[in-house]
């Protein structure tokens, strides 16, 4: 089992950074993949980034590259996703997942977190 805490979520205006964090504990975190996801109410959960074990693959969705950046410190077991130039469509609340391979799928992932939200005003 692998346990997943995400905090650092908040309310910022647009054009605004936050930066979200997603603690592991658990099986050894290093052997996972982690992604972020992101759910707005009355929508699907959509994929935001993935990096692997290694960081030599990471993966962004449309609507947030250039914006945002994942990184993780293994040594810590903490995945990072900070989060620039918000704008109001953001609003959501964001999951962190852990998974085999950085995938863009919900169903690839085995882990989930909570979620925390990120409210963004304009």
């Known amino acids: 089992q692998v346990q997943l805490v995400e905090s650092g979520g908040g309310l910022v205006q647009a054009g605004g950074s936050l930066r979200l964090s997603c603690a592991a504990s658990?099986?050894?975190?290093?052997?996972?993949?982690m992604g972020w996801f992101r759910q707005a109410p009355g929508k699907e959960r959509e994929f935001v980034s993935a990096?692997?074990?290694?960081?030599?693959?990471?993966v962004y969705g449309a609507s947030v590259k250039g914006r945002f950046t994942i990184s993780r410190d293994n040594a810590k077991n903490t995945v990072y996703l900070q989060m620039n130039s918000l704008k109001p469509e953001d609003t959501a609340v964001y999951y962190c997942?852990?998974?085999?391979?950085?995938?863009?799928?919900?169903?690839?992932?085995?882990?989930w977190g909570q979620g925390t939200q990120v409210t963004v005003s304009s």
């Open positions: 997942a852990a998974g085999g391979q950085p995938a863009t799928q919900k169903a690839r992932y085995d882990y």
């Open positions: 658990g099986r050894t975190f290093s052997n996972y993949a």
């Open positions: 990096i692997n074990w290694s960081r030599n693959t990471i």
